[in-house]
């Protein structure tokens, strides 16, 4: 195993097309932490989390012979994580329910929230849970494409290049997807009376 462990991506790919399960194993342990976490802040549950993570090891190994290589390994086992926490969730109709991060929001709905002091403190949570709930049925309503670029942005954290390399698409077209993504969040927002428009009096 120590001989495996100092393998490149590309030849532990390889010699695991050749049936050499020790060395698929390299690539399991070189990124199944990465995974894990991708999974765990989409579902938001340790259990289905590690479920998908190892589903997604079993896609990846029964697809070994379509890995053409043109990305990385693992850029290649993001989009097959990713895809399939996005269909465990439609799977069980929990999209709804999801709970978007404090930390999402500001980054999609930019200049949608409150500032720190306009409300008091059980006012200002209360407030930030619904529109949380509100930010989650919004960006959930999102074409695919557009809702998939969005959340590789806000809440998995990935810069546009990653985000391009990950969805196989130009930098340009990340741009734009974003663009129309956080648009029509705060359209969204803004129609359900979850926040108010620009310039709306108080």
């Known amino acids: 195993m120590a001989e495996e462990a100092g393998l490149s991506d590309e030849e532990a790919v390889e010699r695991a097309r050749a049936g050499d399960h020790e060395a ?10 990465r995974a894990q976490g991708l999974a765990l802040r989409i579902l938001r549950d340790p259990d289905r989390a590690r479920d998908a993570v190892q589903e997604s090891f079993l896609k990846a190994y029964a697809a070994l012979d379509r890995f053409e290589g ?21 799977r069980d109709h929990s999209a709804g329910e999801v709970e ?12 949608s929230l409150p500032g720190e002091g306009e409300l008091a403190d059980p006012a200002r949570a209360y407030h930030r849970a619904q529109l949380r709930e509100a930010l989650a049925e919004a960006i959930e309503s999102l074409p695919d494409d557009a809702r998939r670029t969005l959340v590789l942005r806000e809440v998995d954290g990935l810069s546009y290049a990653e985000i391009a390399r990950a969805l196989e698409i130009p930098k340009g077209t990340v741009m734009s997807r974003l663009h129309y993504a956080r648009k029509r969040v705060r359209e969204i927002l803004i129609e359900n009376g979850a926040v108010e428009a620009p310039g709306d009096p108080e």
Do not use: H
Request: charged residues 25%.
């Open 24 to 33: 698929f194993r390299v690539l399991v342990e070189r990124y199944g932490g």
């Open 70 to 90: 043109r990305s990385g390994f693992y850029t290649w086992l993001y989009r097959l994580v990713f895809n399939q926490c996005i269909d465990m969730k439609r």
């Open 100 to 111: 978007w991060s404090d930390d999402v929001a500001p980054g999609a709905v930019a200049g």
